[in-house]
Every structure is written in C-alpha cells, then in structure tokens.
C-alpha cells in the first residue's frame, strides 16, 4: 500500500516525533481530554497524535471551509474522535463546536478563540486552560481575561511563530496557493496587501519575489513606515484599492474590503483573503451588492462577480482563508509547523502539569518554552 501525504507530512516533522517519543514515556496528558477546533489538514495530524500519544484523550473539530477528509479519516483510523465535516456553514460550524465543548474538556486547543468564547456561555468545571493559534483570537480573548480566569498561552505571541510560520511561511503558502488556483502571472502585476503584521510582511515580500509589484495598507501610521522604509509602495487606502490586480487581505480585522469598495476596484482584479475569520472580505456583500449584474462560479473556489457596466471581479474561496482551499491545499511549509506545532504541545504540557497558572492568562508563550524549541530544531541541524 502507497503511503500518503499524511505519513510523508509525518515522517518531516522532526521536532513533534522527538515529542510523541518523549511523551510516550512520560505521559502529561494521562486521563485528560484535550479539545481541539483547529484546521484540520495533514500537520495537524501530527500533532493531534503527538498529544494522543502523550495519554490524552481527543475531541477534534476542523474550521470553516479548511476541514480536509483524509484527516478526519486518518484521525478516526487512529482513534481520534472527529466532529462533523467539511463546511462553510458558520451555523453548522458552531453546532460542531459545541458537540466539542459538551465533552467538557479539560484543555483546550483553540484557534480564533472559537472554543474559549462559547465556553463562557456555558462554563463546567474542571477546564485547566489551554492555548490559542492566533493573532485573530487574542485579540478576541484578552477583554475576556476577567472571565477566563485561566492559563492561556498564546502560540502566535512566540517570536518563533512569528518569523518561522507568519513570516516566512505564510508568505510562501499564499502566493503558493495563488497559482495553484488562479494559474495566473504574478510578474509585473500590482499586488495591494493590506496589514503588515508578521503575515502582511511575509505576503508582500513573496509577492515582491514573484516580481510583483507590491503596495501595503495599513491602519497603523508606524507600520505603514516600516512598509514604506522595507521598499513598498504605501499610497492612501482607496488610492491602493483603485490600482490594483491583486488584493490580499491580512489583518484579523472585519469588513477590510466590502460592496462599497466595488466603485474602486478595476476590472479583473482578484480579491484573497489569507486571515483567520472569513470576514476581512465581506463576501456575502459582495455578491449581494446592487452592482452585480451576474455571477459565475467556476470548479477549484473561484468565482466571478459581473458587475453592471461591464467590470469583472474576481474572488478566491469566498473570503475564506485561501491558502487552505482550492485543489490539494497544502497550507504552510510543514517545517515552520512543525515549530508551531511543537510549541503547541509543550505549552498543553505545562498547562496539563500546571506549571503556568492563572496569572497566565491569554499570554504569550513562555520564553523557557521558545528557547527549548529553538534548541531542539538547530540541535537537529548541527548534530554533536
């Protein structure tokens, strides 16, 4: 029998097999459950194994339109109990998450603050804490902090994170996933990325090494410097709208493109989002505005939105996160997971043995947890 994706995903991600083989001796998570909503694709598999292989017991769900069926097959085959299915239905979604929640664990993964969030509605006791993937949900959980009342490490506040998956991987992922999708050119066509966080940076400079031509929008007037300084251009807001062929949207934010963007934008243009929540780009809105005339949806996530006087718009999976959709979504480099994901399984460590406690709470990773991953991935290439 042919191995898969999965097993080749598997077998690259060093650091989570030093992990599963040390937890396999040690057991942190012996008689707890651990539950997760998270993208579920092939480096998510091993983590989720790594975990199980630590004693705990799984209750996994995917996220919007990112569920991909030979996890969730290879995640059962293994013993891992898989909510729902693939979906873009944000109703749906939810009734999954609650099917997790009512498992009542005792750590949660969680990634947009999805998990945390509904908790409050209906606490239980026992919950120790847990960890959260996103820049997208700190923001949504640090005003919940008087609530939660729990440990909470956030993974994308590592330095690690930062650079080795926002940065580099991101960046790589989405213009990856850009022609994978579209087979379109990149050389010579004007790109608008808006956000310059960590993501934003690693977009444009992809994009820039694609020989595009790169424009950044940023609310921020200091990052729009910092944009401005590493090279890019940084025109007013509509103005980056207006010229461009492709826009990405970065931000974490809601309605950063909507139907009254739709007078701006030249024919032909193509509208992505790579953030977490599918509402950067009001895409309901889109399709629903007045000006469109017709829609044409094609195989592979793309549609076409044609608008009355001729001008075509283009949009990539919806508004969803669109390095994870399209054919054979591959997501981030399996790498830069890898340390992602090995900083996942060290902060449930300490929070399953409780050597981080409330004071905790929505937080960034703890600099002991970094240093010991960055030991352990350089360990690996310099050997002795």
């Known amino acids: 029998m042919a191995s898969t994706r999965i097993d080749w995903v598997r077998e690259h991600c060093r650091l989570l097999r030093d992990i599963a083989a040390e937890f396999g001796r040690t057991r942190p998570f012996d008689g707890l459950t651990i539950g997760t909503g998270i993208h579920l694709e092939a480096k998510t598999v091993a983590l989720l194994l790594t975990l199980r292989d630590g004693g705990a017991r799984l209750i996994s769900t995917g996220n919007l339109n990112t569920t991909q069926p030979d996890a969730v097959q290879r995640l059962r085959a293994e013993g891992v109990t898989v909510i729902g299915k693939p979906t873009k239905d944000s109703e749906v979604h939810a009734g999954f998450l609650g099917q997790v929640l009512a498992a009542e664990p005792d750590l949660i993964l969680d990634n947009g603050g999805d998990l945390f969030a509904r908790y409050l509605d209906s606490p239980y006791p026992g919950l120790?804490?847990?960890?959260?993937?996103?820049?997208?949900?700190?923001?949504?959980?640090?005003?919940?902090?008087?609530?939660?009342?729990?440990?909470?490490?956030?993974?994308?506040?590592?330095?690690?994170?930062?650079?080795?998956?926002?940065?580099?991987?991101?960046?790589?992922?989405?213009?990856?996933?850009?022609?994978?999708?579209?087979?379109?050119?990149?050389?010579?066509?004007?790109?608008?990325?808006?956000?310059?966080?960590?993501?934003?940076?690693?977009?444009?400079?992809?994009?820039?090494?694609?020989?595009?031509?790169?424009?950044?929008?940023?609310?921020?007037?200091?990052?729009?410097?910092?944009?401005?300084?590493?090279?890019?251009?940084?025109?007013?807001?509509?103005?980056?709208?207006?010229?461009?062929?492709?826009i990405v949207t970065v931000t974490g934010a809601r309605d950063v493109l909507t139907a009254?963007?739709?007078?701006?934008?030249?024919?032909?243009?193509?509208?992505?989002?790579?953030?977490?929540?599918?509402?950067?780009?009001?895409?309901?809105?889109?399709?629903?505005?007045?000006?469109?005339?017709?829609?044409?949806?094609?195989?592979?996530?793309?549609?076409?939105?044609?608008?009355?006087?001729g001008r075509r718009v283009h949009l990539l999976a919806r508004g969803h996160m669109f390095n994870l959709a399209g054919p054979r979504p591959l997501g981030n480099s399996i790498e830069s997971m890898d340390l992602g994901f090995a900083l996942q399984a060290r902060c449930l460590e300490a929070v399953a043995r409780q050597s981080v406690d409330a004071t905790s709470c929505v937080v960034p990773v703890p600099g002991a947890i970094d240093a010991a991953i960055a030991h352990a991935y350089l360990d690996r290439k310099y050997p002795g």
């Not at 590493?230 to 807001?237: E, H, K, N, S, Y």
């Not at 963007?261 to 953030?275: E, K, S, Y």
């Not at 399709?287 to 195989?299: D, L, M, P, Q, W």
């Open 260 to 309: 009254a963007d739709l007078p701006l934008l030249r024919d032909g243009v193509i509208l992505a989002n790579a953030g977490h929540f599918p509402a950067e780009i009001d895409a309901a809105g889109l399709i629903g505005a007045a000006e469109v005339a017709g829609i044409t949806e094609y195989a592979d996530d793309l549609l076409t939105l044609e608008l009355r006087g």
């Open 128 to 246: 120790l804490g847990g960890t959260e993937e996103t820049t997208s949900g700190r923001m949504r959980l640090e005003p919940l902090r008087g609530q939660l009342r729990r440990p909470i490490l956030v993974i994308n506040d590592s330095p690690i994170k930062q650079f080795a998956e926002n940065e580099h991987a991101v960046g790589q992922s989405t213009v990856e996933s850009f022609l994978r999708m579209t087979n379109r050119v990149t050389n010579g066509e004007q790109v608008t990325v808006f956000g310059y966080g960590a993501c934003g940076r690693g977009v444009a400079a992809n994009f820039r090494g694609a020989y595009a031509r790169v424009s950044v929008v940023d609310v921020d007037p200091v990052t729009r410097l910092r944009a401005h300084l590493d090279g890019f251009g940084t025109p007013p807001r509509d103005t980056a709208v207006a010229d461009a062929d492709i």
